[in-house]
Nanobody, 115 residues
């Protein structure tokens, strides 16, 4: 069973930056398209960004040009660099594989953008 551990969240002012990390256990990480997701209070979980095994990326419209997803297959880790953060980016951020079936969700990491 793959375990996902997200980290790197915190409180940041509007316009600030954070870098999230997601460490995945299991040897199949390198062949899995991975994604970042977020869930704001009272809202459904939504996709933020994804990255294929070859490094091709895709972003949700609200974060295009501000967020960058990357991966290190040797470390079984996927990253999300978030710049120019806005209050509407406030959410719990999760990582998971893109294709179903999803792995069990980790605990997520809280990102709060506020002055």
């Amino acid at each position: 069973q793959v375990q996902l551990v997200e980290s790197g969240g915190g409180l940041v002012q509007p316009g600030g930056s954070l870098r999230l990390s997601c460490a995945a256990s299991g040897s199949i990480f390198s062949i899995i398209t991975m994604g970042w997701y977020r869930q704001a209070p009272g809202k459904q979980r939504e996709s933020v960004a994804s990255i294929t095994t070859s490094g091709a990326t895709n972003y949700a419209n609200p974060v295009k040009g501000r967020f960058t997803i990357s991966r290190d297959n040797a470390k079984s880790t996927v990253y999300l660099q978030m710049n120019s953060l806005k209050p509407e980016d406030t959410a719990v951020y999760y990582c998971n594989r893109v294709q179903p079936p999803k792995y069990s969700w980790g605990q997520g990491t809280q990102v709060t953008v506020s002055s």
